[in-house]
C-alpha cells in the first residue's frame, strides 16, 4: 500500500537543531523527498534522496535515509525563524509513462527564541 | 527562469457550481500534475497530463477533469462543486525520462466553496 507517516508538530529552539522524521510504506520507491510549505503558499523542494543512498547533505539541510526500516529523517542544523514552516514528506511512486508523490500529512516546526 | 504559475490565487463559489483552474508549468517542462491539499493534510494526487493526454488518474470522481495544451499549460475542471472540494489545488510540472524526478510546484489556487 502506499502510506507516509509523520509527527504532527515539532517545537525547537532558535540555534538548535531539528529532526523531523518519516515512515513510508513502498520499498520500491526510486527517491524520497522533503518539501516546505510556508503559510499561504505553495510546496518549495527542499532536497531529495536517491533509494540506495543512506545520507545526502545539503549545506544546513542533512537526509538521513534507512531503507530497512524505511524510515526518512532530516535534519535542520541551526535552526533559524525563518524555518518555521510545515514540513512534508513524500515518495514517489513511478510506472512506465507517469510519476506521482505520496505525501505524509505534514510537520509543523515552530522556532521560538 | 519562471517557475510554475497558477491563476487565479483565491477563487469563491457556491455548491453546484463548476470552476477552472490554470496552470503554466516550469519552462522546459511538458508533464503537468494536479494535487490537491485539504485543511491540514498533505496534497493527493489528481491526476497527470503528458502529450495532451490523461496519463494517470487518482482517487477523485468524474466531475474533476483536466486538459492539457499545445504549449504545455493545462486547466483543471471541477463540477457540480461540493463543500468538500474546498482545498489548495497545486499543479506540478517536470519532464519526461531522466529528470522527471524532480517536480516542482506551483503556489496554488485556494478554492472555498460556499
Known amino acids: 500500500g502506499e502510506d507516509v507517516e509523520q509527527s504532527l508538530f515539532l517545537s525547537v529552539r532558535e540555534g538548535d537543531s531539528s529532526v523531523i522524521n518519516c515512515t513510508y510504506t513502498?520499498?520500491?520507491?526510486?527517491?524520497l523527498y522533503w518539501y516546505k510549505q510556508e503559510p499561504g503558499a505553495g510546496l518549495q523542494l527542499l532536497t531529495y534522496?536517491?533509494?540506495?543512498?543512506d545520507m545526502k547533505q545539503d549545506q544546513r539541510l542533512t537526509v538521513l535515509l534507512n531503507k530497512k526500516d524505511k524510515h526518512l529523517s532530516l535534519r535542520i542544523a541551526d535552526t533559524q525563524t525563518g524555518d518555521s514552516a510545515i514540513y512534508f514528506c513524500?515518495?514517489?511512486?513511478?510506472?512506465?509513462?507517469?510519476?506521482?508523490?505520496?505525501f505524509g500529512a505534514g510537520t509543523r516546526l515552530a522556532v521560538h527564541p | 527562469d519562471a517557475g510554475v504559475t497558477q491563476s487565479p490565487t483565491h477563487l469563491i463559489k457556491t455548491r453546484g457550481q463548476q470552476v477552472t483552474l490554470r496552470c503554466s508549468p516550469k519552462?522546459?517542462?511538458?508533464?503537468v500534475s494536479w494535487y490537491q491539499q485539504a485543511l491540514g493534510q498533505g496534497p493527493q494526487f489528481i491526476f497527470q497530463?503528458?502529450?495532451?493526454?490523461?496519463?494517470q488518474r487518482g482517487n477523485f470522481p468524474d466531475r474533476f477533469s483536466g486538459h492539457q495544451f499545445p504549449n504545455y499549460s493545462s486547466e483543471l475542471n471541477v463540477n457540480a462543486l461540493l463543500l468538500g472540494d474546498s482545498a489548495l489545488y497545486l499543479c506540478?510540472?517536470?519532464?519526461?525520462?531522466?529528470?522527471?524526478?524532480?517536480?516542482?510546484f506551483g503556489s496554488g489556487t485556494q478554492l472555498s466553496v460556499l
Open positions: 506540478a510540472s517536470s519532464i519526461p525520462g531522466q529528470g522527471r524526478e524532480k517536480l516542482f
Open positions: 513502498d520499498s520500491s520507491s526510486t527517491y
Open positions: 534522496i536517491f533509494s540506495n543512498m
Open positions: 513524500a515518495e514517489i511512486f513511478i510506472s512506465g509513462g507517469y510519476n506521482k508523490l505520496i
Open positions: 519552462s522546459g517542462h511538458d508533464t
Open positions: 497530463y503528458y502529450e495532451e493526454e490523461e496519463r
